[in-house]
C-alpha cells in the first residue's frame, strides 16, 4: 500500500494568510474600543490573582477623626453630654452591673449619720468653760441626716445627759460627703454648784434616727485627753448643729 501526503498549493497557503490578516484586524478593532484584550496582555475587567479569584480594588482609607462604623463606640460618652442632650446610650453603671445609678455620690439615697459613716472627735473648748465639742464627720459616700442630739455616756454612766431644748435647730441637719456638724457638752457648772463631779476617761456617742426613740447603727468612740475630763450632775448637750459657732454658743 502506498502512502501519500497532502499537497499544500499556493492557494492554501493564500487562504490561511488572508484569515490571519482578518484575525488581526478584529483584534485591532476591539482593543481600540476599550473591549477585550489590551496591549502587554492585560485586561480591562476586574484584576485576579494568581489562582483565579478576582480580588476588589483597594478601598479609601477614612480621613482623620472619622471611623467608618457607623454604630455605637464601646467608649461613647454619658447619656448627658456638656450640652445637656440626650445622646440615646446609656452610660455604663461603675459597678458593672446592668446599668443606671452606681449608688454612691451624693445624688444618692441618703442614709442616717452613724458611726458606721462618720467619725466622732471630742475636744475640750476654753469658752465657753467647761465645755467640750463634739464634731461628726461624713466619711461615706452618701448624704447623711444627723438626727436629733448625741446620746452621750461618759465612763460607766448608766443615762444619758439631758438636751437643751432651746437649742433645737430649725430643720435636720444634713451632711453632704465630707462635712461636719457639730454639737457641744456642758462637762460641769462653770459656778461649781455642780454635785457628783468625778473625772472620766471614756465616752460613747450614740446616733439618734428619725424617731428619736433610742440609738440606731454603730456607736462612736472618740478619743478624750489622757488625764480625763470632770464632768458632775450639770451634765447637758445641744441638739446636733450645721454650724460649730451655733454648737458652741450654747
Request: glycine letters at 12%; aromatic letters at 4%; proline letters at 7%.
Amino acid at each position: 500500500m502506498s502512502s501519500f501526503r497532502t499537497a499544500r498549493t499556493p492557494r492554501a497557503r493564500l487562504v490561511g494568510a488572508a484569515a490571519t490578516v482578518v484575525l488581526a484586524a478584529l483584534s485591532l478593532t476591539a482593543c481600540n474600543d476599550g473591549t477585550g484584550v489590551e496591549s502587554e496582555g492585560r485586561t480591562t475587567g476586574t484584576p485576579s490573582t494568581a489562582n483565579g479569584t478576582a480580588t476588589a480594588p483597594p478601598q479609601d482609607e477614612p480621613a482623620a477623626g472619622t471611623t467608618q462604623d457607623s454604630g455605637t463606640d464601646a467608649s461613647a460618652p454619658a447619656a448627658n453630654g456638656p450640652a445637656g442632650k440626650d445622646s440615646g446610650t446609656k452610660a455604663p453603671a461603675a459597678s458593672g452591673g446592668s446599668g443606671g445609678s452606681s449608688g454612691t455620690g451624693a445624688s444618692a439615697k441618703p442614709v442616717t449619720c452613724e458611726g458606721s459613716v462618720t467619725r466622732t472627735t471630742a475636744a475640750p473648748l476654753t469658752r465657753p468653760v467647761n465645755h467640750m465639742l463634739l464634731t461628726v464627720t461624713n466619711t461615706g459616700s452618701r448624704t447623711c441626716f444627723l438626727y436629733g442630739y448625741p446620746a452621750v455616756r461618759f465612763g460607766e454612766a448608766q443615762a444619758v445627759p439631758p438636751v437643751i431644748e432651746d437649742s433645737q435647730p430649725q430643720a435636720v441637719v444634713t451632711l453632704e460627703p465630707g462635712q461636719s456638724g457639730y454639737a457641744s457638752v456642758s462637762l460641769a457648772a462653770a459656778d461649781g454648784s455642780g454635785t457628783n463631779g468625778h473625772t472620766v476617761k471614756s465616752l460613747t456617742v450614740h446616733f439618734q434616727g428619725r424617731s428619736g426613740n433610742g440609738s440606731v447603727g454603730t456607736a462612736a468612740q472618740p478619743s478624750l485627753p489622757a488625764q480625763g475630763v470632770y464632768v458632775d450632775d450639770s451634765l447637758k448637750v445641744t441638739y446636733w448643729q450645721q454650724s460649730m459657732d451655733d454648737a458652741v454658743s450654747w
